[in-house]
């Protein structure tokens, strides 16, 4: 039994005063009618409605239930035109969560550009790196950057790719030299960004060829803006995406090494649970969100 329907065919029957009446209402025919309301009377154990072939009245059971199916049926009905307004223009709370250092130099200097651009739109944004679990936490979406996105039922939006770069300050250079290949960072004084998903080795491609290097850090440490400090300070050599280094790079505070081999990348992912339904709020911050990685 679908028991919404059955409750709109005994309410209809009941107001209307008769069967072929709530039929046509509600586009049934007189079996489905009858067939409904039988259905929910076993449902609830008792009888709703006497009914012969040539007329109809609710017991004195029925007209209790039909009080309280009423202000049921109507209850929804106001939850429904509740959300009307939401399902229509892009309004309320969206619980965003983001990795730190994406948002702080490629997204949150836009941020007000977005809420200005809706201004029904509240945004309660987490900066944290570690990974969420959107739906018993209660996010709406999530960015999240993956050499691989690992399997799962959430639906990703591929944002961009960021390119790394193994790279130190001069004076690093100066003093320690530079690796003419992979294997010289074994003797290197190297930064490992621990939460990355090649903290422990660092891979290197060339003509066909891939090395593997192990990463023996004196210095790990959970942010990338943090590794750019101490390149910057000329610690060490650090892996780190070229856009949280780009105007290191440009303006001389740091350098590039063995630029002649390839090596990680990382792509950024919008997820959220369902495509099916969304929400207003998300289809615009996932739109924002591609414009923004875009003109990166």
């Known amino acids: 039994m679908d028991r919404f329907t059955a409750l709109q065919v005994f309410r209809h029957a009941a107001e209307l005063n008769g069967f072929a009446e709530a039929g046509r209402r ?10 409904n309301i039988a259905e929910l009377e076993a449902h609830v154990g008792t009888r709703l409605i006497h009914r012969t072939t040539r007329r109809m009245a609710l017991t004195e059971e029925g007209r209790i239930y039909l009080e309280h199916v009423v202000r049921g049926l109507d209850a929804l009905s106001e939850a429904d035109e509740t959300l009307s307004p939401l399902r229509k223009e892009p309004s309320g709370t969206l619980r965003v969560s983001a990795p730190m250092t994406v948002t702080l130099t490629q997204l949150s200097a836009s941020i007000p550009r977005f809420l200005s651009r809706y201004p029904q739109i509240t945004l309660d944004l987490h900066l944290d790196d570690r990974r969420v679990d959107l739906i018993r936490e209660g996010f709406d979406l999530a960015i999240r950057g993956s050499d691989s996105l690992e399997d799962s039922s959430l639906i990703a939006r591929k944002l ?14 100066e003093a320690r030299g530079r690796p003419k290949s992979p294997s010289d960072l074994r003797s290197h004084e190297c930064i490992r960004f621990s939460l990355s998903g090649h903290a422990d080795v660092w891979e290197f491609h060339k003509d066909g060829r891939t090395e593997r290097i192990p990463v023996s850090a004196r210095y790990s440490v ?3 803006l943090a590794v750019r400090d101490a390149l910057r300070e000329g610690f060490g050599l650090g892996l780190i995406p070229f856009p949280y280094v780009g105007g290191d790079l440009r303006e001389g505070r740091l350098q590039c090494t063995l630029e002649d081999w390839s090596t990680v990348e990382t792509t950024l992912y919008a997820v959220y649970p369902s495509r099916q339904h969304l929400a207003p709020k998300i289809h615009v911050f996932l739109d924002f969100l591609t414009e923004e990685f875009s003109r990166v």
Do not use: D, E, N, Q
């Open 160 to 173: 961009t790719v960021m390119s790394h770069v193994l790279c130190a300050a001069p004076a690093y250079f």
């Open 222 to 224: 959970t942010s990338s």
């Open 26 to 35: 509600l586009g049934l025919s007189p079996a489905a009618v009858s067939k």
